[in-house]
């Protein structure tokens, strides 16, 4: 019997592509997704409740959730399949201006025939590249993004490169070659639509106006440009300084996990959850038998780019709504992605054929020593206290075509959660004729622009502080007024609002501005407040495009920082539902900040909106050294200690450290 | 022959005592530090570049630089010592309102009398503190403060606790007990000279004025109170499920270090440095033979606290200046503070009497694994390259009263430096009625308030990239006029702008500004930018006290992010060169930049100040996890790729990791 938060198991997949199938008999479908449609939070929750009293009840049904297209029919669909009774209980349309999201079968599939078709053969003769030379080029399929709020077709850009012409290895750093132009694909269609040429003079473009007309140049597209390699094969002379570092657990990890992917860890009790969208998911979190978090997700992220000249004004990905977090999971290998003793999560995909896809290995966890937890010196001793921090670390990678994104949950010993996100992979790079430079970028490398873009992140925080009715307060350090009770001037204080209507607000550097979310019903006995967590927030640059703009319209989520909405069934998605070509954020937060929700002591959820502003360096390239970004969720006013107190003092017995003395210098300067 | 940037050795100190003492001879000194002066830079610097070019040159001369008290006098000195000749080669008075910091010795000297003292005892009785009852009484000797622009006598203020008087145990949490008055230390009268009395009525207070009368309540000042413990042996019920963790590095650490602190580690090459004000400075740092920085170190901190009550409103310390970061720098134990294979610095300091003291262990400096520093995977192919960051700690640790402040300098392999700052150790308590709230802090156990403050940082940079004469820029996002060149209103790039003149700015989130430190002499040839280093800041709230209150005028360092000033020698202290006492920052940043010096292709130091806003959880108490901060200097247009390209790739042979499998959980809930 599978737990209500399992993924759907390749078993239950297969039978709901069955059913599927049957339904459509004798159709093509392309099959985006099917997944677990997790339980409503009024049978869940009660059903988790009684779990863990040791009374268990009945589990909700298990409902799986997929959609996918009828090639023939050119139409979206989505399904609901009760693997109870195995009835389809639901079908509906998925309706322009609404499209599904691409995938990289989608990409790969068309790759397989682009080189032959005549619009790309020309434009590829156009620079220079016929016959042999043919065969080292290469494309990134993009999602076609959207410049106009009106209805398109399903459409798919690639973004054109070449393997090195010197070598044409397979691994070659496709980036260094970028092609000035971009071939437009109708998917339902089955055929390229459009070749669009990308301007390429760099600032004489913004000086003199956009020039498309001096194409013959490209007729030397890649000469002049040079190889940029990552991948070690092609990296000659690596370090040899190194020397191994290996983490020992003698005794084996200190957590346990169970076949419902259940795990227990200092105090720690939640479950891991993984789907094709939002990838991996922490389910039902309690520390020391209370509960905190309802479930922990990375929503979305919207990575806009900022050179407007077109074609490339397009380049806006929804990393998680257009291509899908989980569907873009790399399988991790032992001692690679992650060092210590480590436990191994596998994720089941559905191809677009409807084969069952087991991904090996898409979520990692292990433990992790991080420096002092606490410590505290008694001076007049001597004497110290010191302890360390151990934290479980749940870490994801996504490929999603040039960049990768590093997603790890951290879970410590005083009750601390923190996300930790680190961007690397390979910029994003377009052509630039060389010897100019481009406002929009940074040059990398001959002919090669980096383009500035943002990566704009929405963490969704459904919380259960001590049950399901919490609030949201703002907290904002104040000075007092200089007058004879504050007779130096020196007095400031915390003052608390709360959020009583779903809205969204901004951090404020200034004033020390910081989230809580609490529960008003219970009141911490020693401080007098509810109890709650504090959101330790990333106060980052939000959306760059002005108001009035299609991109800014599609990504509301990320023009402001804090979002708090009445929880709604399958309300998951900061940027809508189906971001792919959308005009608009369609179900996502601003629509649920509009609904005006009461969010005072409901059951409610904060999304926290966060980024990078990336002008890139030449150091990012070709391969970019990550760039981290943290936010935390800490206990304030929960508990009535410090609930690390009880970890035991750091010892040599214990840790085993070695002392090593003076090592004589070879003085190489 | 020690090299010019190594601490006075113990042999140096000693004879630089003598020289003090017999130019002071038959009088009793109070010898607050005595340590090197570091050589100008015009002849350290050529010094440093001739060694490297392997054509040493004469070493610039050995200076002692000390200061200290004349007892008898009440008089203040520095004095410098040229340990070459032998010779006194100056002697500067320190006059009123300048003051020398505080120590340590000097309040553990004062606890020895004071409960002796008939004011103390008389304060004492009022709380009902009378006979063995009184040896259960600790103090905190505090650095006095200042509130007024007057010229005042070197005080020192005790803020009382009492330890458990059921334990009376040596390492009981104090704070825990907190004694609502605070007896006035005139140091060089040697005398209490006056007790202040503590408004203890929270929010009464604040609503209804300060009320002092009340003071028969204080009979029963330690009713009512509870033992809050942290300190191991005082713990009971520690977790017993955390299995241990060792690092094993069976080759041996990948630095090199010699006899004078010469680091070599992963093309990095740089000197470890301490002093008693400072404590670590790292010195002379070289990137695979280039020159980055000249000199990094914390400069200062200032800890204003949040209650505006007299006399309490006085607390505000500068831990740096008043105390110094070297001075309160734990001895490190193995095994306990670190984790791997470490080498621990020792540190000499005098004692007030002269004597030398070599503190063991003082810094410690390992490797440590920090996850994945670049990853990309090939989508087309599934071939992923990995590399694991390693990275180079330098930790020190400081005990400033009640609490702990962890300093930490990681480098890594992509060139990138880091400052990590965790505080930990135990908010500082004051007494509250029974029952009652405050705003100006968080009760946090019966009668305990832990009250509101700031910790405002100042990191000192002085930058050396690729040669002495450097520059800062400026960057913000901006987006680009919405127009034909900029048809859908998406365009933004990074603007520009250079900091001519010796100034202070701010951050700005919405604007994603950045500081770079560039040589506009030599141009990255690849991107056309000046090569240079990024500082990743910390955006934090500044020091919230307003325009016009002595608190700021004190730390105007703490009023601005960013500071850009021309190097002077020994202009190192960004909240002035005497904090103790201070009515206003002499010395300090603020003077540096109103010498509106020429910062542009200049010898320039850029000062980053940052901070938390501590409004204290219950979590914090009786001992805090550690709040971490982190700035950051990454490489920008300094290379012409990915530094860390050369890194060899993760693999299982290299790293060993475990794959563990399901573990049984044993569903304890």
Known sequence: MPHPLDQLNPEELQRAVGHLKNYHKGKQLHIKNIHLEEPPKSLLGPYLQAEKAGKPIAPPPRIAYGYYYIM?????????????????????????????????????????????????????????????????VASDGWMYGCDEITSVSRHMMFLMYSRDPKTNHPESNIYAFPLPFVPVYDILEKKFVRIDWCATSGDDDDANGINYTTRQKYKFALEGHQASEYYPDLVPNKRTDLKPYNVLQPEGPSFTVDESNLVQWQKWRFRVGFNPREGLVLHDVDYDGRRTFY????????????????????????????????????????????????????????????????????????????????????YRTEAAAVVR?????????????NYEYIFAWHLDQAANIQLEIRATGIVSTQAIDHG??????????????????????????????????????????????????????????????????????????????????????????????????????????????????????????ATHHFWVTKHKDNEFYAGGVWTNQSAK?????????????????????????????????????????????????????????????????????????????QTRSCHRM
């Open 72 to 136: 023939d029919d050119k139409k979206a669909e989505e399904i609901w399949i009760d693997l109870d009774t195995n009835q389809i209980t639901k079908v509906v349309m998925v309706a322009l201006p609404q499209h599904l999201p691409m995938d990289q079968d989608e990409a790969n599939h068309i790759e397989t025939f682009m080189y032959d078709d005549p619009l790309v053969l020309g434009a590829l003769k156009e620079c220079g590249i016929e016959g042999e030379a043919i065969k080292t």
């Open 295 to 378: 479930r922990l997700s990375v929503s979305e992220m919207a990575v806009p780019y900022g050179d407007p000249r077109p074609p490339l004004h397009r380049k806006m990905a929804f990393d998680f709504g257009d291509v899908g977090g989980g569907k873009c999971a790399n399988e991790l290998s032992l001692g690679c992605d992650c060092l210590g003793t480590i436990k191994y999560f596998d994720g089941h995909l559905v191809e677009p054929n409807g084969n069952v896809l087991t991904r090996k290995g898409v979520i990692c966890m292990h433990e992790q020593d991080d420096g002092i937890l606490w410590k505290h010196t008694n």
């Open 389 to 401: 921090r151990r934290i479980l670390v749940l870490q994801t990678i996504l490929t999603v075509g």
């Open 436 to 557: 100019k430079r481009s406002r929009y970028g940074t040059v990398v490398g001959p002919g090669v622009l980096a383009t500035s873009h943002q990566h704009i992140f929405s963490v969704r925080i459904d919380p259960a502080i001590d049950g399901n009715k919490n609030s949201v307060s703002v907290h904002d350090t104040v000075i007092t007024p200089w007058d004879e009770r504050n007779p130096k001037g020196t007095g400031f204080i915390n003052t608390k609002r709360y959020i009583d209507e779903s809205s969204a607000f901004d951090a404020n550097i200034a004033s020390n501005r910081y989230v809580k979310i609490v529960n008003e019903n219970k009141i911490n006995p020693i401080t007098g407040n509810p109890v709650g967590f504090k959101l330790a927030a990333a106060p980052t640059a939000l959306l760059m495009a002005p108001p009035g703009t299609v991109a800014r319209s599609r990504a509301a989520f």
């Open 585 to 661: 954020e369609v179900g996502g937060v601003q629509e649920a900040v509009n609904r005006r929700d009461n969010v005072r002591n409901e059951d409610i959820v904060l999304w926290h909106s966060f980024g990078l502003t990336h002008h890139p360096r030449i150091e990012d390239y070709p391969v970019m050294p990550v760039e981290v970004l943290k936010v935390g969720l800490h206990p304030n006013d929960f508990f009535t200690e410090n609930p690390a107190i009880d970890v035991p003092p750091s010892t040599q017995q214990f840790n085993r450290s070695v002392e090593v003395f």
